[in-house]
C-alpha cells in the first residue's frame, strides 16, 4: 500500500487524466526559452569553424565590429577566461567552455560570437568575420589507425569463459551491425536568454536540469552558485540534447555580460547538429552461442562509438546484454575512438536503444538458426534473478509482457517462415524484440505550499519537457491531501525552487514524484497538528492512522461525517498558508535487487515486394514499468518513443563529409524524421507491476524504455518479410532490392 492517507474520494493517481498544462499549450500561454520578454534585448549569432582539426592562424573581426547595430564581437582572443567542468560522468557535465584559445577539434566549433541590436544584424555581422586556419588532417573514422581507442569507459562484463563455451557451443550466430549517428531534433532549437543584474545572472535556457545548467556555469565563470539562476518552465522537446549545458549557453551568459543588456541566443537549425549533441554511431559485433533446444550459453557483445576530443561522454551500449537474458558464460566490452567529432550525448533510451538492436538482432538470427519461434527462445532464457549479482528483481514482467503482447498481437497467427506472408503485392512481416532500460532515481525536494483558499501550490526545480511531469505530481499531491486535481498548481524548472535531478534517465517520476508524495505527507501532518488540542475542531487528538482525506476534507474514518476542511483549519487558525519542504531520497534498493524497466515490442512491416518500400502497419508496446500514475501520459510518452523508434530504424541518418567531418545533412529537408503518414495507428499496454521495494509510489519510469526495442523489431519484421537481414541502420528500400 501506498504510504498515504486513505482516500474518501477515488483516487487521481491512476486515472488518465488530460495535462495540467495542457490549456496553458495550446493556448500559447506556456512560455517557452526564447519567448521571454527583456527590455534592450540584444541578439547573438554563433560563428563556427569550417575546418574538423586545426588553429586558427588570424580571425578577422573589424568590418563585423563596424557593421551596423553591432554591438560587440567575442573570439578566443578578447572572451574571458573560463573554467572547465569535471568529466561527463558526472551525469550531465558540460563540453570544455568556448573561446578559451585557437585550437579547433572539430567541425561546427564556435569561434566567435556577434551580438547586435537585431538578429538581422548580428546575423549579416557574423558573415563578415574572415579565418585563416591551420589545417591538420582529421580523425574522422571509427576505424583510422592514428585514432586513439579508449576501453576504459566502463569495465568488461565478464561471467565463466565465454569464448571457449562459445566455440563449442552446438549452434552459433555471430554478425557486425551499424548505427549511424541520430539526431534529436527538438522541434524548438535550443535558445538562451542571458540577462545580468550586478554580479547575478539569469539564464532561461532550453534545459533538462536548471539545478545542473546553474552549478556548470557558476563554476565556468567562476561565481557562486547563489549568483546564477536558471528558469526553464516549458521546453519544447529535447530528448536528451537539454541534459548538458552546452557551450552556447555560456557564450548567451558572457556575452550578455559583455554589452551590459540582455541576450538572445537561439541557435540555427544547423547548428543544433554540431552543438547540442547527437546520438553516436556505433559498430557492434554480438556473437551467440546456444543448445539446441535454444539456451543460451554464450554471449559476447562488443560495441564501439566515437568520444570526442575533449570530452568523455560515454553510454551504456553494451549494458542491457549482461542482464535482459540468461546467459551463464558471457562479456560485454565498450571502446571508445578519439575522433574530431561534436561532443555526442544521450539520446532517448541511450545506450539501450542503440546496443539492443544488435542483441534483439542477433537473437532473432539465433531463432532462425534454431528454427524456435522468435518470442519462444527470448521466453526460453529469461532469468528468475538477475545473471550477473545472482540477486532477485525488484519486479521483472518481462515475460508477462512477451505474453500479453503475443495474445493481442496474435502472435501464434504467425507463420515461422520468412517471405511466408503476402497481401497482393506486399510482404507482411511480424518481429518481436524485448525492450529494458534501467531503473534510475536521484534525491530530490520538493515544497508544497497549502493557501488558505484550499488550493495547492507544488515548487520543484524538475523541469517538464513534454512528458506530463507537473501533471502526474499535481495528481500525487491530489490524492496525498485528498483535494481535487483542479486545486493543485505546479510550478517547475527554477533553480530557486527545491532541488530535483535532470530530467532524464526515465527518472524523474520516481524521483520528483516520491519528494512530492514524502512533502505532502508532512504538510498533512502539519494540518493535523493543528486541530490535535483545537477544541473546535471534530478531528481534535485524531492521529494519521484515524483519518482519511478527500474533497479538501480531513474525515475520522471511524465517522466520516466528523470531518473539517483544510479551509476551515487554516481559517480559524489565522493562517495564510501551510508550507512543507521535504526530501526523498533512494535507500539501498538497488543494492538489494535487481532492478530495471521491462517491455516487449511487437511490429508488422510491409514492404513492396518489386520496390522495397517499407511501410510500418502495426507496432504493439507492452510496457512493465512498475505503477502507470497516469495511464494518457504514459501511453502518448510511449508513442513518441515509438516513433522515435520508427525513425532510428529507417529513415534517420546524419551524413557526415570523412574528409571534412562536416555535416552534410543539418537540416529537416535532408535529415528524414517520421511524419504523419510513417505512422500507423500504436497500440500500448501496460502491465501493472507497482514495484514497492523501489519507492512509495511504485513506479519506474517510461521515457527510455518506450523507443527502446523498436528498431530491431523493425529489422526482424523486415526479415520475416523478406528474409533479407539488414544489419545496418537505416534500413531503407535500396537494401531490400
Ligand atoms: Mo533522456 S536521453 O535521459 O533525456
Known sequence: MIQSAPQTSSPSVGQPVDRVDGLLKVTGQARYPAEFPFERMAHAVIVQSTIARGSIKTIETAAAEAAPGVLAVLTHLNAPR?????????????????????????????????????????????????????????????????????DNAFPDVVRGEPEAVLARAPVRVEAT??????????????????????ETLTLHDSTQGVYNTRAQLAMMLGLEITQVRVLAPFIGG??????????????????????????????????????????????????????????LLATIHEGTEPVAMNDDFREGLTRATALLYASPHLRTAYRQVRLNVAVPTWMRGPGESTGLFALESALDELAYALDIDPLELRLRNDTPVHPQSGQPWSSRKLRECFELGAQAFGWERRPRAPRSLRDGHELIGWGVSGSYYPYNRQPAEARVRLLADGSVLIQTSATDIGPGTATILAQIASDALGLPLARIRCELGDSNSPVSPNQGGSMLAASAGSAVHATAATLLEQALALV????????????????????????????PTRRESYTAILQRHGLDLLEATGRAAPGDEAQRFGTGIFGAKFVEVRVDAELGRIRVSRVLSVIAAGRILNPKTARSQVIGGTVGGIGMALLEQTRMDETTGRIVNANFADYAIPVHADIPPLEVLFVEEPDLELNPLGVKGVGEVAIVGIAPAIANAIYHATGRRVRDLPITMDNLL
Open 177 to 198: 551491425y551499424t548505427t549511424p549517428t541520430q539526431h534529436h531534433n527538438p522541434l524548438a532549437p535550443a535558445a538562451t536568454i542571458a540577462s545580468w543584474d550586478d
Open 238 to 295: 529535447a530528448f536528451g540534447s537539454g541534459l548538458r549545458p552546452w557551450p552556447h549557453v555560456v557564450l548567451a551568459a558572457i556575452s550578455a555580460r559583455q554589452v551590459g543588456r540582455p541576450v538572445k541566443l537561439v541557435l540555427t537549425r544547423e547548428q543544433m547538429y554540431t552543438t547540442t549533441g547527437y546520438r553516436p554511431r556505433s559498430v557492434q559485433r554480438v556473437a551467440l552461442g546456444a543448445t539446441r533446444k535454444g539456451q
Open 532 to 559: 490535535q488540542e483545537d477544541e473546535c475542531s471534530p478531528l481534535r487528538g485524531a492521529s494519521r492512522k484515524m483519518i482519511l482525506t478527500g474533497d479538501g476534507y480531513i474525515a475520522l474514518k471511524s465517522d
Open 82 to 150: 573560463l573554467h572547465s567542468s569535471p568529466p561527463s560522468f558526472v551525469v550531465g557535465a558540460a563540453p570544455p567552455p568556448p573561446l578559451q584559445d585557437q585550437h579547433i577539434s572539430y567541425h561546427g566549433q564556435h569561434i566567435a560570437v556577434v551580438v547586435a541590436e537585431t538578429l538581422e544584424q548580428a546575423t549579416f555581422a557574423a558573415t563578415l568575420i574572415t579565418v585563416d586556419y591551420q589545417e591538420e588532417t582529421p580523425l574522422l573514422r571509427l576505424d583510422d589507425p592514428h585514432a586513439q581507442v579508449l
